[in-house]
């Protein structure tokens, strides 16, 4: 029973960061980018969050809606301002002004928002499963949380192999050149990608602080890294690797701090990460790249 | 011919490198003979020559090489705990100069290990994978040094993972490491001349490397890691050799910077630093040693250029860090820089204009370069 | 052109170092702290009230007269250390920092070397004040703060089998930690197994709680700040964990985290020398002038400090007699005597009658609090 207990509060870790994850590999499938101020812009959607629900009181779907909204203009204005010029540019010198951008919404939100913590109250209203007689408790965020990631997992795969700009995208991530060629416009599909990304981001800010109430202008900044991690981990790129890959990293990161050591629990993640990329080195479900001569 | 001219422009370029670097020392031997030093640039010396070495050894990997490290930082922090560790505990029985020239040895070699340690298997994977990978065998050092306790008494040497309390140290005991205090009380050592020389070894060590056997076939491995193999090169070998005396030139970076401070924490050696050193070779332009050597200079003292702005600091660091990026590598604007060098170029004197064609010309290599990158990234 | 420009840019930034300072009429003091990064309310807390303290120090119009430039450290030792060399070259003559312990360790070092006074408002490891004897703490010594603890909980039956919960990346927590289990240990106290986090994954801590929960625990000792704590409170409640909790110093500020359900904290008990609910009128009044600088912020213990370390300085500069033409290093010798005299005393938010001994550390009295209908109450 301790045992599940400690699985289930790995998952609930977990599917925070599978949550994070998909915007992560949602953008590095399409744009082959590394977005390292996701995290930032996850942060952004938990201030708007904070103020429209915790703070004004608005209804908490339309406070998502509103955080939603604002994190897609934000991830679009980036997408244009501080990626776009540099578009056919090696992709190191967009992580480098990624890891910029991330610097500034960090820094922003600080003079905006001043360094002090605020503590976020969940926007879940619903109360949670005692199971076994209250000796297994799940609670209603790990609820909403898991169901939320399956139902984006599934629209993001329905929306990229069903519809016609998901085959654009598949096209612009396939061969960026060809699909130029083919009349699709690959500005405007990456920009797609990015408003999709941050609505994510969004949401997984809300959800993310539903679970784990601090919120700081540095607080989207380790679980980025994490889920950044989680992406790899899955094979990134494949949207139910970012799944899978979340949910594990949670699972291991609690059950090393549970049974091996808390202090050490941080070097054992990232161990276990190391050996099954050594294993698998396009991560558990990631596809063989085949290079080209 | 162009071969020809190609080599003359290289020698010229190493030339240039290591000018620079002795025009920087007596630069500032002269503001310091004259009086002018101040407590802030002297202090900003060392840390300057660190992070130069870092930029310069990371270039190995990112530029030569073409991998993404993003744990370069790591080998920095391996370096300076044994490096130090030593210092402190034999060393300070030693002379200071053959302790300090120990320690640099030490920490050479940790550093060197440890590279050896991360890069035999990580080496297979490429790409992203890499560079995760790095990333987190720099967080595993991190937080096992974060946690490390090491004591001593009369009983002989105790170490923890956990806490001081595990140790069980006898009360005359003496804390050698503080898990998140690191090591305090270090005899600080920081002498300018020292860093400079460590970064003209550093030099000479990658010119000498690039213009080897091994360092074309590390290039070609970078430009074609299939038609390199077909050739029957040892990649493992060459993607070692690059990897691990990138990490030995970080472990001497990481003792010359411990010995800076008092106390030597593990961490300041986090990603961030790893991201930091990896901009100023980004931003320098990969494979551009003396440009990354300029983007060293230029982020380590920017921050403190900032303080004028108090709370706005970081903020406007970020702005500039955006807009230097974009200056220097979106194609736009790099069209647009080659327009009005061009029309300088009409109306500015002699001497000036064979620098800038060294330049420009540079640059042509830079994009040819970048644009086959791009046509690789399509694929 | 791009390497001329960046050569041009350097060399520009280069000479901007290269100035002097100036001389002025009143007393330089420099702050240091994390304005910005993770740990920016800590340092932004302390810069506040050494701008409020400075303030009614020369509106007083006395002789003594301050000037303060408070300096970004991002809690770095590097950047410290930096922040330390440009108030030098601004003509610092007193330091009132560093906020955080690992910079103070650097930067003490430094003031050390030039025999620049020192007083620390927060930095409280025991290495801080080792490094040298011009160096002092207005808060206490970590270690302190471990024993009192351990006696506390030990001599009023607190708890029988005693959690820790603390942050293994932190020289703070870490420094609390080691004297706690030395002492409870000493005092037969039945202490569980320390869980410990660090700042990277401290995003999710209810496992730790859970293991307290599953070890028994009727107690959670918490020697960390308050942010985390405040996770901590809400996941314990979660868990409908009926547990008591033990703070140190960190653990004030829990009331006023903006949106945290203050019924979750109630029973908390703190060890403190502040806590901005007194009603005394010092506190009142500083409280007062604090909330109206940052447009309602409620002054934490990091403030609290801050303010003191500038009175202090104020009335130890009266009693020695400081000049603003004296130099930094007659300024400090000066100053080392009349904080180890027997004579001096400081009446500060964070305690009555405070004393100084040559070690550096500060004397005063903790106050035990409990949390009760969202106030602190004397606990006794």
């Known amino acids: ?293 | 011919m162009a071969k020809n001219k190609k080599m003359k422009k290289t020698t010229r370029s190493n030339l240039l490198m290591f000018g620079f670097v002795i025009i920087f020392w007596a630069v500032i031997q002269l503001i310091s003979l004259t009086g002018h030093m101040t407590s802030k640039l002297n202090g900003l010396l060392i840390p300057v020559c660190a992070y130069m070495i870092m930029a310069i050894s990371l270039n190995l990997v990112v530029g030569f090489l073409g991998e993404l490290s993003l744990g370069h930082a790591a080998f920095m922090s391996a370096g300076a705990f044994v490096g130090i560790f030593f210092y402190t505990t034999v060393g300070a029985a030693l002379p200071k100069a053959a302790a300090v020239l120990i320690s640099f040895i030490m920490g050479g070699a940790a550093a060197g290990l440890f590279g050896l340690i991360v890069g035999v298997p990580v080496l297979r994977l490429s790409g992203d994978y890499l560079a995760i990978v790095t990333l987190a065998s720099g967080e595993i050092l991190k937080n096992v040094l974060s946690a490390l306790y090491v004591g001593k008494d009369s009983a002989g040497i105790h170490v923890s993972l956990k806490d001081q309390f595990s140790l069980g140290l006898a009360p005359d005991g003496k804390m050698l490491v503080k898990g998140a205090m690191g090591i305090p009380g270090i005899q600080k050592f920081s002498n300018f001349t020292v860093g400079i020389v460590l970064i003209l070894i550093t030099l000479a060590y990658i010119v000498n490397l690039k213009n080897s056997r091994a360092g074309r076939a590390i290039t070609a491995i970078r430009d074609d890691e299939i038609a390199a193999r077909a050739t029957g090169l040892n990649l493992t070998h060459y993607k070692l050799t690059a990897f691990v005396s990138a990490a030995v030139f970080a472990g001497f970076a990481g003792v010359l910077y411990a010995l800076n401070y008092s106390s030597l924490v593990a961490d300041k050696f986090d990603y961030n630093l790893s991201i930091n050193v990896l901009v100023m070779v980004v931003l320098g332009g990969m494979g551009n040693i003396f440009g990354g050597m300029i983007a060293a200079i230029l982020l380590t003292i920017l921050p403190e250029m900032l303080r004028g702005f108090s709370q706005y600091r970081m903020f406007i660091y970020s702005i500039v860090l955006i807009v230097m990026m974009l200056f220097n590598q979106a194609p736009v604007l790099v069209a647009w820089r080659q327009r009005l060098v061009a029309r300088i170029r009409g109306s500015k004197n002699a001497p000036e204009e064979t620098v800038e064609t060294a330049d420009s010309s540079y640059f042509e290599e830079i994009r040819e370069k970048n644009s086959d990158d791009s046509a690789k990234e399509g694929k | 052109m791009k390497k001329a420009l960046s050569l041009v840019l350097t060399a520009a930034l280069a000479a901007s170092f290269v100035m002097s300072a100036s001389a002025a009429e009143v007393i330089k003091i420099g702050g240091i702290g994390p304005v910005t990064g993770p740990a920016g309310i800590y340092g932004s807390s302390v810069k506040n009230a050494m701008e409020i303290a400075v303030d009614e120090v020369n509106a007083m119009g006395g002789d003594i007269q301050f000037e303060l430039q408070f300096e970004d450290d991002t809690h770095d030792a590097e950047v410290s250390v930096n922040a330390y060399n440009t108030l030098k070259d601004w003509g610092m003559q007193i330091l009132g920092g560093t906020v955080t312990t690992n910079p103070c360790i650097a930067v003490g070092s430094e003031a050390v070397a030039d025999n620049m006074f020192l007083l620390t408002p927060s930095a409280s490891s025991q290495d801080v004040i080792d490094t040298g004897d011009n160096i002092f703490q207005v808060c206490f010594t970590d270690p302190n703060q471990g024993l009192a603890s351990a006696d506390y909980i030990s001599s009023q039956n607190l708890g029988t089998k005693i959690g820790v919960i603390y942050n293994s990346g932190d020289a703070y927590s870490t420094g609390i930690l080691n004297t706690f289990l030395a002492k409870a240990d000493e005092l037969g106290l039945d202490v569980l197994e320390p869980q410990a986090f660090t700042d990277d994954n401290s995003t999710d801590l209810t496992t730790q709680v859970q293991a307290c929960k599953d070890g028994g625990a009727d107690l959670i000792f918490l020697p960390i700040y308050y942010t985390p704590a405040s996770q901590i409170l809400k996941a314990a409640s979660d868990m409908d964990y009926e547990v008591k909790f033990f703070g140190v110093d960190g653990m004030d500020g829990i009331l006023d985290v903006e949106g945290f359900d203050t019924s979750l904290a109630e029973g908390v008990m703190l060890l403190t020398p502040f806590v901005a609910t007194a009603t005394d009128d010092a506190t009142v009044a500083f409280v007062e002038a604090y909330k109206e600088k940052t447009d309602g912020q409620i002054p934490n213990q990091f403030a609290a400090d801050g303010y003191d370390v500038v009175m202090a300085l104020y009335k130890a500069c009266t009693e020695a007699g400081i000049t603003a033409d004296m130099s930094a290093s007659d300024v400090c010798d000066a100053l080392k005597e009349v904080f180890t005299s027997d004579s001096f005393s400081v009446d500060g938010l964070t305690g009555s009658g405070m004393t100084w001994d040559a070690s550096g550390a500060v004397s005063k009295a903790p106050h035990g609090m409990v949390i009760e209908n969202g106030e602190y109450q004397p606990m006794d």
């Not at chain 1, 919404?105 to 503590?119: E, I, R, T, V, Y």
């Not at chain 1, 297994?136 to 169901?147: C, F, K, R, Y």
Request: charged share 10%; glycine share 10%.
């Open chain 1, 1 to 293: 029973m301790q045992f599940l207990t400690y699985l289930v509060r790995g998952i609930s870790l977990g599917s925070v960061y599978a949550l994070i994850a998909l915007g992560y590999t949602m953008v590095y499938g399409i744009a082959r980018m590394l977005n390292f101020a996701h995290g930032d812009v996850i942060m952004v959607g938990g201030y708007v969050v904070f103020f429209a629900f915790c703070k004004s009181g608005i209804n908490p779907l339309l406070s998502i809606l509103i955080a939603m909204a604002a994190c897609t203009l934000l991830g679009m204005t980036i997408e244009k301002v501080a990626y776009k010029p540099l578009r056919g540019t090696p992709s190191l010198a967009v992580l480098i002004t990624a890891i910029g951008v991330s610097y500034f919404l960090q820094n922003g939100a600080m003079l905006l928002w001043k360094s002090d913590p605020k503590s976020f109250s969940s926007i879940v209203g619903i109360s949670g499963l005692n199971l076994f007689d209250g000796r297994l408790q799940i609670s209603a965020e790990t609820i909403v949380t898991i169901i939320t990631c399956i139902v984006i997992m599934i629209v993001l795969m329905w929306f990229v192999k069903k519809t016609k700009p998901g085959h654009a995208m598949q096209a612009v991530s396939e061969d960026r050149g060809a699909a130029q060629l083919m009349g699709i416009n690959v500005n405007g599909i990456i920009s797609l990608t990015f408003a999709i990304g941050s609505a994510l981001a969004a949401i997984a800010g809300a959800l993310l602080l539903s679970s784990y109430p601090t919120l700081m202008p540095t607080t989207g900044a380790m679980p980025g890294i994490k889920a950044f991690t989680a992406a790899v981990f899955g094979g990134i790129g494949s949207i139910p690797g970012a799944f899978l890959g979340g949910i594990l990293l949670g699972v291991i990161e609690n059950l090393s701090k549970a049974y091996i050591s808390t202090q050490l629990s941080d070097a054992i993640v990232f161990l276990v990460l190391i050996i099954i990329l050594l294993v698998k080195p396009t991560g558990l479900l990631g596809k063989k790249a085949t290079v080209k001569v």
